[in-house]
Antibody
Framework: QVQLQESGPGLVKPSATLSLTCTVS????????WSWIRQPPGKGLEWIGY???????IYNPSLKSRVTISADTSKNQFSLELTSVTATDTAVYYC??????????????WGQGTTVTVSS | DIQMTQSPSSLSASVGDRVTITCRAS??????LVWYQQKPGKVPKLLIY???TLHSGVPSRFSGSGSGTDFTLTISSLQPEDVATYYC?????????FGQGTKVEIK
């Protein structure tokens, strides 16, 4: 049973860089699409981007200039960096895995989510 | 970018009612559509993928249909445990945009 766990600071200062890690247990990080999604308080879901096979990355154009997703296969982790954060980046951040290997079908395994607040 | 519009934004129905939620894409996305259920305070859960394929373990009262630009999620007989917000998401190409969500409550 694959499980995902997000980790990282819960409080980030404005203009700083938000850094989160998703640790994958119970399965390999290889061959799947791994996504980051966020949800501002009381609002809907926003897809941030994905990484596939540790090399292919695609980002939401609305965040592309500030986002980097990377992977560390030796640690079975993938990470999110979001630069120049503002209060509008305050959200619950989720990592998630696609249902099937090698194709994009839908996100069936999700982490529990981690709340990140941007505030001085 | 393709926009995903759900309707209604919220609905209230009685237990046992048939409930239909619509998701419309601003351009055709074939059947590259997913439905998620998010219960209050919980993580989103995959319900349906490829527009109409029921994910493993999801009750059969849930069904999805549609192709191209118009999609529906139907709950054939609403149950109290179905109180949640439902989101569609397209994945034919990036960005994998979500709809704004439909909140379902019990009358």
């Amino acid at each position: 049973q694959v499980q995902l766990q997000e980790s990282g600071p819960g409080l980030v200062k404005p203009s700083a860089t938000l850094s989160l890690t998703c640790t994958v247990s119970g399965g390999s990080i290889s061959n799947y699409y791994w996504s980051w999604i966020r949800q501002p308080p009381g609002k809907g879901l926003e897809w941030i981007g994905y990484i596939y096979n540790s090399g292919t990355t695609i980002y939401n154009p609305s965040l592309k200039s500030r986002v980097t997703i990377s992977a560390d296969t030796s640690k079975n982790q993938f990470s999110l960096e979001l630069t120049s954060v503002t209060a509008t980046d305050t959200a619950v951040y989720y990592c998630a895995r696609d249902l099937r290997q090698h194709v994009q079908v839908g996100l069936d395994v999700w982490g529990q989510g981690t709340t990140v607040t941007v505030s001085s | 970018d393709i926009q995903m519009t759900q309707s209604p934004s919220s609905l209230s129905a009685s237990v046992g009612d048939r409930v239909t939620i619509t998701c419309r894409a601003s351009q055709g996305i074939r059947n590259y559509l997913v439905w998620y259920q998010q219960k209050p305070g919980k993580v989103p859960k995959l319900l349906i993928y490829e527009a109409s394929t029921l994910h493993s373990g999801v009750p059969s009262r849930f069904s999805g249909s549609g192709s191209g630009t118009d999609f529906t999620l139907t709950i054939s007989s609403l149950q109290p445990e179905d109180v949640a917000t439902y989101y569609c998401q397209k994945y034919n190409s990036a960005p994998w945009t979500f709809g704004q969500g439909t909140k379902v409550e019990i009358k």
